[in-house]
């Protein structure tokens, strides 16, 4: 049943998995832990907001993953810093794991708690090898 949910991206080597979350060596060979190909293709960059004067702009990450996926769907196992590649209690993982009901969807990353004029998206830290373009936003009224 396993093979059969996680299609191409089973294995640890599939999703090139080497280490746990907690730091411990994961086995090639083991079940990807989660695995298949939603998994596998998380988006994992981090973003960083300035104002025009260099000022941090404060994105509140907590509490944007349903209370359902917190409470019962992403239940950490006792082993989970062993065999899992990633804290399953990562909120913006459990987003990205709720499969869209569109092909075009957005998802959603925190929450800006001020009032905005134009600011910049500074150049994201990366934590995955794929490149992303400087956005300019400006909140509408």
């Not at 060979?29 to 989660?34: Q, R, S």
Request: glycine share 4%.
């Amino acid at each position: 049943e396993i093979i059969q949910d996680c299609h191409t991206k089973i294995y640890n080597k599939d999703l090139g998995k080497t280490q746990s979350w907690g730091g411990k060596d994961l086995l090639p060979d083991d079940i990807a832990n989660p695995c298949g190909l939603i998994a596998a293709s998380f988006f994992n960059d981090r973003y960083f907001l300035e104002d025009d004067n260099k000022n941090t702009i404060f994105i509140n990450e907590t509490d944007i993953a349903w209370p359902t996926d917190k409470e019962s769907r992403f239940i950490k196992p006792a082993d989970s810093e062993e065999k899992q590649w990633i804290d399953p209690q990562d909120e913006h993982f459990m987003i990205w794991m709720r499969p869209a009901g569109l092909p075009n969807f957005l998802k959603l990353w925190g929450r800006i708690e001020q009032d905005l004029s134009l600011i910049h998206i500074s150049e994201p830290t990366r934590q995955a090898e794929i490149s992303y373009a400087v956005f300019c936003l400006k909140k509408k009224n």
